[in-house]
């Protein structure tokens, strides 16, 4: 098959990396297709602790990311003021205490608290434990079965596309400079045929790959995918990047930090760090964003802020005939909890089972993939739309609003259950998993109203007990770990800060 990427940027190197390592290139041509005259939209430079699958698969390793993306450890994210005002909380990778008597952790911090135990949750999560004190280390002295500590990364997203385009070409993948002009389809199917760029040069194909941004040149402006609007539930719909100076001590987190109308993104790279303000432009006007966005920097700016616009949402289809849509031509939920490549990677690997086979595409599995990840989609929508409901916030306009606003169906059910019984139920296409909504809505302000009745069955001393041996095996495993700077520099061979 002739396969054609339209567009670079993390998407499309991520889609050609993937498409040569998995499928090859003697069987297949892949080509890629994008301008240098046209910018990439650089602000999701945080990850999720999936993206080691991907790279797994490709064969790159944690060092070769740390070197050559200038990128740092994630852990998790600290919120500030999203609860209200003065209030912050983590969320972390990994598990939350460990499960007793076969009932969840959680079950057992509730009765303890209910007993007057004042632990916070993630005490009991090396991740947070160690985000806390800025240690991180891939490798470290395992007892009991513990697992390694979960982890992802921050890095410069320009620099992980060219990563990726090295070893994407160094696969055999192709890759044409040029803008798209026209877009030429099969007169008696509809499939899209060719790429025809403002040179007058066709690249013809047999399977195409959307990488080309929000207005999703083949999904949406030639095929009329349709997009599903959630600013109803989601309404910011700016947002302001800006990058400062390094910051001298490089924290192993994400930090967003919740503003009159939206909130601040900050992300720690090697050689500088990342900021952005997500904000409501019927809230805040865009001189006020980019007045707040720039007092609120920890280290002095390298240029003025620049404006991406939005509306959250998704295609209703990312599948349609010979198009698939990656990235932001497939739809855009805001960064708060670096989904953005994940969606990509989460598309990708999907598309990957269910490739055509003797280039055929069948209906069948066309629709199973969008009904897949309009799933996905949907769950991770829901999540985020969470961390703007649970809120005790009513100071600003804006807040009243997301406070007070109706929610779907799917995220009211789970908070019910979740403020009712501490319940929490998997579904399908859960990226997010109990671990994840508990720190959320705990460190939001929800606190189930009661737990489990089994959790009652050990005597209160012993439950006591096993909960601060939990916490000092969790404080013992983030001791024994070197700061963030100092693994850093192992890994680059770079001198501490």
Known sequence: ????????????????????????????????????????????????????????????????????????????????HWRHRGERYFHPFGALGSDLQGVGFL??????RAAGDDSELTTYNVEATAAASGRFGMVQPVQGGAP???????FDASLYAQMLRRFSTGLGVVRKEGRVADVRRDGEGGDVAALVLVDGREVAGDF????????????????????DDWSEWLPCNRALAVQSERLDVLPPYTRSTALEAGWQWRIPLQHRTGNGHVFCDAFISQDEAASRLLSGLDTP??????????????????WIRN????????????????????????????????????????????????DAMAREWECVRDFIIAHYKVTEREDTSFWRHCRHMTIPDSLAERLALFEEEALFLDQPHDLFKEANWNAVLIGQGLIPRRHHPVADL????????????????????????????????????????
Not at 107 to 112: D, F, G, I, S, T
Not at 301 to 318: E, K, N
Not at 328 to 343: D, K, N, Q, R, Y
Request: proline share 4%.
């Open 148 to 154: 390694p500590l979960h982890y992802a990364y921050h």
């Open 301 to 318: 700016a390298l240029g003025t802020p620049r404006l991406l616009s939005f509306v959250t949402g998704r295609r209703r289809r990312t």
């Open 1 to 80: 098959m002739r396969i054609v990427v339209l567009g670079g940027g993390t998407a499309g190197w991520m889609a050609a990396a993937c498409l040569a390592r998995v499928l090859g290139t003697e069987q297949h041509t892949i080509t890629l297709v994008e301008s240098d005259q046209i910018g990439t939209v650089g602000v999701g430079e945080a990850t999720i602790p999936l993206i080691e699958t991907f790279h797994q698969i490709l064969g790159i390793s944690a060092i070769d990311v740390i070197r050559q993306t200038e990128a740092t450890f994630k852990l998790g994210i600290e919120f500030v």
């Open 458 to 497: 050990a005597p209160i001393d012993a439950l006591r007990l096993q909960l601060g041996r939990m916490r000092a095996e969790t404080a013992r495993r983030a001791v024994i770990l070197p700061s963030h700077n100092a693994y850093l520099a192992r890994c680059t061979a770079r001198p501490a800060a």
């Open 323 to 370: 198009v698939v849509a990656l990235g932001l031509a497939g739809g855009f939920v805001e960064p708060l909890e670096s989904t953005s490549i994940f969606m990509v990677q989460s598309a990708l690997t999907r598309l990957m089972t269910m490739f055509p086979r003797n280039g055929r595409v069948s209906p069948r599995v066309v629709d199973a993939y969008n």
């Open 107 to 112: 079950q057992h911090w509730l009765r303890a």
């Open 208 to 227: 195409f790959l959307d990488c080309s941004g929000f207005h999703g040149l083949l999904i949406e402006q030639t095929l009329g995918a349709g997009y």
